[in-house]
């Protein structure tokens, strides 16, 4: 859980994103139930420094297409079903479907942040991307545009084996080529860069697995 400064929470800050009033006032009025929670309410998104998590409506998608690429934080996407499986593919986390109560989007919430902080952390800390660039603790270094996708992807599938050919397509969009060594060259270089920012005495911690004739994983 991040703890940002200047807020008066200490909990999550939630950014609500709504150009609806209606729809505003009425999770206003219900959300001050949850003290773990600040919600923020804006018609675009905050930045990611000052929040936590977002929750967006379906007609925002396209304005956020990189964005959604770009942010490591859990994006909550709302309204109609139709728009299910672009808000997914756009690196949506959950999706709330028209008509929904309070109660559930409070339900769907507690599920993202769970997922997402059980995704990022570990046994000595919590490893958080910010606009490429890896943070743990007080420590932080800038990744390249490549390294930074890699990186997300092994810990949104974290515990399971992602392929150099998943990699190659999502990042490169190209198809697997087994001579090429560009995603092995990254994963390496992506490797030092942790090793920048672990804990002292975890220096020899191999966070990013290799998994003969497979692929990679963070365990």
């Given at each position: 859980m991040r703890v940002k400064a200047g807020t008066e929470s200490a909990g999550y800050r939630i950014n609500f994103i709504s150009v609806n009033r209606v729809l505003t006032e009425k999770v206003k009025s219900h959300a001050g139930r949850r003290k773990d929670l600040l919600f923020v309410?804006?018609?675009d998104p905050e930045s990611e420094e000052v929040t936590d998590a977002y929750i967006i409506p379906v007609e925002k998608l396209n304005l956020l297409r990189l964005y959604l690429k770009k942010t490591g934080l859990p994006v909550l996407v709302y309204g109609s079903p139709l728009f299910l499986k672009k808000a997914f593919l756009l690196g949506g986390a959950d999706f709330l479907k028209d008509p929904w109560t309070i109660d559930e989007l409070l339900l769907r919430l507690d599920k993202v942040l769970k997922e997402h902080n059980s995704r990022n952390s570990f046994e000595w800390g919590c490893l958080e991307l910010v606009n490429d660039t890896l943070c743990c603790g007080q420590r932080s270094v800038p990744l390249s545009?490549?390294?930074y996708l890699i990186l997300k992807?092994?810990?949104m599938n974290r515990d399971s084996v992602v392929s150099r050919a998943s990699l190659l397509s999502?990042?490169?969009n190209t198809l697997e080529d087994r001579?090429?060594?560009v995603v092995d060259m990254h994963v390496s270089k992506l490797r030092k860069k942790i090793v920048k920012v672990l804990p002292d005495g975890l220096k020899k911690q191999q966070i990013i697995k290799s998994v003969r004739g497979k692929g990679y994983a963070i365990i």
């Open positions: 309410f804006s018609d545009h490549q390294e992807t092994l810990l999502r990042i490169w001579q090429s060594r």
